[in-house]
C-alpha cells in the first residue's frame, strides 16, 4: 500500500520552515510588499538556513537534499507568502540547478557554493518580448568571435526573477548561435536548424543592463525585470552544456520547474484556507460567526478538498523525479491543477472576507494579487493542457 505520510526527516524540515514562515516572514512581509521592496533581510535568515541549497550535493555547499523537500519549503513559504516563496523557487530551481545539472566541473565550483548559500542568487533567461509560450522563437543572438574566444551576446529578455537585487550573480539566458560546420563529401556546409545554447553571463559584466523594476499586480517583494544585451561579451568557457543543446537543456528545467511551482500554488491554495477559517470562526453577522452559515462551510470545504489534491498532485510528480521515472505528464498536471486551484481559493477567500479581503492588510488580498501569474509563469495553463494531451500520444 502506498504511504503518503512524510518521514521524520522531511516532517522536520517542513515544521521548520513553517515555523519560519509564520514568526519571521508573516510579520514583516506586508510591508515589503506594499513599499515593492525586495526582503533582503528574510532571504538573508533563508541563506543561513540553507534553503536555496536544499536540492543540492553538501560536495558545493549545499543540503544534501532533494526537489521534495524543496517542494515542502516552497509550500509551507508561499502559505504565507508567494513573493519570498517564487524567490527561493527561482534562485533553486531556475538560478542553481541549469548549472548543476548542466556545468562543467569549473563552473560548478565556482558559481555553486555561493548560490546554494544564498550569498548570489542565479536568474533565468529564457523569455522574450516575442517568444513567450513559444521559448523556441529565441531571437537574442550570441557569436563566436575567434579571435578573442567569446561570445558576444546581443538581444532582449523580459520577465526575469531575480535579475537586478544586489545579490545577483548571473544570468543563465538562451541564445541562437551559428550551426556548427559539418564536413561532407560535397565540402563543408552549414545545418539550417535553428540552433539555440545555453550561456552563462555574470552581472556587471560591460553590454549587459538591467532596467528598473515593473510595477506589478502581484509578487510585489520579489524583483522582476527586463535584461538587454549589446554587444555583451563573455568568454566561450561560459556555454553551459553542449552546444545546441539550450533549448533541450531549459525544457527540462522547465519539467522540473513546474513541480516547485505547483508546491507554491499549493501553499498559496492552502494559505487562504487557513486565513478563511479563522476569519470566518471570528467574524459575526446576524448574530453568529459566519462560519456557522453552511453557505460558508460548503466554500471551505471545497477549498480545502483542492489544496489537499493539489499536494498530493505535487507531491506525485516529486516521487516519480526522484525515482527517476517519467515525469512530465505528471508535472503539467500538477501544476496546471495546483495553480488553478489557487485562483479559485483566492477568489472564494476573498468573497469570504467580504469587504476586507479588499484591504491589503489581510493576507487574501495578496494571495488574490499573487495567484493569477501560476496560470501563466512556467508554461501557461494552455500548454500544460498541451503537454498532457501530447503525453497521451494525442497527435497534432
Known sequence: ????????????????????????????????????????EIVREMGRMGLFGLPFSEEYGGMGGDYFAL?????????????????????????????HRFGTEEQKREWLPRLTSGELLGAF???EPEGGSDAGATR????????????????????????GTDITGLVTVTA?????????????????VREISSIIVPTGTPGFTVSKKYSKVG???????????????????????????GYAQFL???????????????????????????????????????????????????????????????RDAASRLLHSEPFKKEAAIAKLYSSEAAV?????????????GFMNEFPVARFWRDCKILEIGEGTSEVQRMLIARELGIKY
Request: charged letters at 25%.
Open 344 to 356: 479559485d481559493n483566492a477568489r472564494e477567500a476573498t468573497q469570504i472576507h467580504g469587504g476586507y
Open 71 to 99: 517542494g515542502l519549503a516552497l509550500e509551507e513559504l508561499a502559505r504565507v507568502d508567494s513573493s519570498v516563496a517564487i524567490t527561493l523557487e527561482a534562485a533553486v530551481s531556475l538560478g542553481a540547478m541549469p548549472i
Open 140 to 163: 537574442t543572438t550570441a557569436r563566436y568571435d575567434e579571435a578573442t574566444d567569446e561570445w558576444v551576446i546581443n538581444g532582449t529578455k523580459c520577465f526575469i526573477t531575480n535579475s
Open 176 to 192: 541562437l548561435t551559428e550551426p556548427i560546420a559539418r564536413s561532407s563529401e560535397e565540402g563543408e556546409f552549414r545545418s539550417p
Open 219 to 245: 509578487w510585489n517583494a520579489s524583483d522582476t525585470r527586463e535584461l538587454s544585451f549589446v554587444d555583451c561579451r563573455v568568454p566561450a568557457a561560459n556555454l553551459l552544456g553542449e552546444r545546441g543543446r
Open 252 to 314: 527540462r528545467i522547465l519539467d522540473e520547474g513546474r513541480i516547485a511551482i505547483a508546491a507554491l500554488a499549493t501553499g498559496l491554495a492552502q494559505g487562504c484556507v487557513d486565513e478563511s477559517v479563522k476569519y470566518a470562526g471570528t467574524r459575526r453577522a446576524f448574530g453568529r460567526p459566519i462560519g456557522a452559515n453552511q453557505a460558508i462551510q460548503f466554500k471551505l470545504a471545497d477549498m480545502e478538498m483542492r489544496a489537499h489534491m493539489s499536494r498530493l498532485a505535487w
Open 1 to 40: 500500500m502506498l504511504d503518503h505520510r512524510l518521514s521524520s526527516e522531511y516532517e522536520e524540515l517542513r515544521r521548520t520552515v513553517a515555523e519560519f514562515a509564520q514568526d519571521v516572514v508573516a510579520p514583516k512581509i506586508g510591508e515589503f510588499y506594499e513599499r515593492e521592496e525586495f526582503p533582503y
Open 125 to 127: 533567461g529564457l523569455t
